[in-house]
């Protein structure tokens, strides 16, 4: 499957269609962006490590049960997408109190929460994407109030999931955000799981190997990418 014209360029990934109006192409591009993009670089073969480690987390996923828009990889960081029209709700999964979560609530940071906690952000940068809750939701017609539930608890499920396959790799998850989109009347998972979605902290000394290495000026980003991709993605190493 080729790629034929631009359809949307992001902050990090350029999404391209295909001679298949059901399929799209998914550039991974080495574009790094922080707070609502007013942080820039560019770090080489970031975005092959997150096409990679998106890759094999969707894998994973599927082989668990949950509907993604993943289908192949068409290079090392360009992936073959169903077309969904993405529901513009951020997802966001908690687990560890950390970044916003202790900036805005009392909490102490690394707190480990008694169960998952689960935000909805409106996924508009111009207005640094607010949170939402059900009514509004559903008020702006986002979502219908059966398909924000269906979004929870796969979002639940997702967590459980990762989790665990995180921590047999060494990695603990404080919080990820997800997108999902419609697939026809279906909602399934889209757009990525990676270093750029995703904080992931070492279990052992507790450093990040995540982009709050680029939001905080912690270090080597490239160095953190590809020690994740080596935990998650050994097989791209060889
Ligand atoms: N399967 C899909 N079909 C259509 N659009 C998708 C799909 N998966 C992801 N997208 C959208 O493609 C874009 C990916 O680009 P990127 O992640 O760089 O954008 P972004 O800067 O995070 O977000 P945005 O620019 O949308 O605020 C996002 O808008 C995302 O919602
Ligand atoms: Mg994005």
């Known amino acids: 499957m080729k790629k034929t014209d631009e359809l949307y360029s992001g902050k990090a990934k350029t999404i391209y269609h295909t001679e298949d109006p059901n399929l799209l192409i998914m550039d991974f591009r080495d574009s790094l962006t922080a707070f609502d993009g007013e942080k820039k670089s560019e770090v080489p073969k970031k975005g092959y490590y997150n096409a990679q480690i998106s890759k094999k987390l969707f894998e994973l996923l599927e082989e668990k049960g949950i509907k993604t828009h993943y289908r192949e990889m068409v290079a090392g960081n360009e992936m073959l997408v169903d077309t969904v029209s993405i529901i513009l709700v951020e997802v966001i999964v908690r687990n560890i109190a950390t970044g916003s979560m202790t900036r805005k609530y009392p909490f102490e940071e690394g707190t480990v929460l008694d169960e998952p906690v689960i935000v909805m952000d409106y996924k508009d940068d111009s207005r640094h994407d607010p949170m939402l809750n059900e009514d509004i939701a559903i008020a702006l017609g986002l979502a219908t109030r059966e398909e924000l539930a269906g979004i929870r608890q796969t979002a639940l499920k997702i967590n459980e999931i990762l989790k665990a396959y995180l921590d047999e790799r060494g990695l ?37 190997l995540d982009k709050d290495v680029f939001r905080f000026d912690k270090g080597d980003l490239a160095a953190a990418y590809r020690e994740v991709a080596r935990r998650i993605v050994p097989e791209i190493f060889d």
Not at 177 to 204: A, M, N, P
């Open 172 to 208: 603990l998850l404080p919080d990820f955000k997800l997108e999902f989109g419609r697939r026809g009347t279906e909602v399934v998972l889209g757009d990525e799981i990676s270093c750029d979605t995703c904080r992931l902290w070492d279990k052992e000394t507790g450093d990040s």
